[in-house]
């Protein structure tokens, strides 16, 4: 394992899920808006270090196998805590939490499995995965602070994205096994 700048990020990303969770836990310890407030920073901060590790690996050149195999694992491992302490508090239901907490291990699990059969490129990140991480990424943190900001109802903003989040991860879903069908059923 090659230790670098966007590997050490990469894991603090990880290392950061058990304090994010922690917080919706000490409720007596702090106010509602704080604890808000704190777990929005925490997910902005994450999905800011997600960017910069790889632009760091780039940048470096510091690309790693490893970095390569973690920081996708790191990402869904914060959006999943995210999701189901949402769904948790009743600002997302569990269907949309199980769409796109089961979508990302399925597709990390066709990824995996065409990577082996060296037919990895086939499904390549697409825009449409691009759009619908942008989505998700937008909601999330509108629903962790559930609270108006200069005067917009970001929590309503909040859910309609989540909804469209939940859609788009549908049709990526679809787009992915479309692109890997070929190889599928040649494997059977």
Known sequence: MQW???NTLTVGRIAFI???VMLFYVQPMLTEYEVNLYATII???ASLTDWLDGYLARRLQQTSKFGAFLDPVADKLMVAAALLMLVELDRVGAIIALIIIGREIAISALREWMAGLGQGGSVAVAMIGKLKTIAQMIAIPFLLYDYPLF????DFLGRVLIWIAAFLTLLSMAYYLKAALPTIRGHQ
Not at 151 to 154: K, M, V
């Open 151 to 154: 005067g917009i109802d970001i």
């Open 43 to 45: 997910f902005v901060l």
């Open 4 to 6: 670098n700048w966007p």
């Open 18 to 20: 058990p304090f994010f």
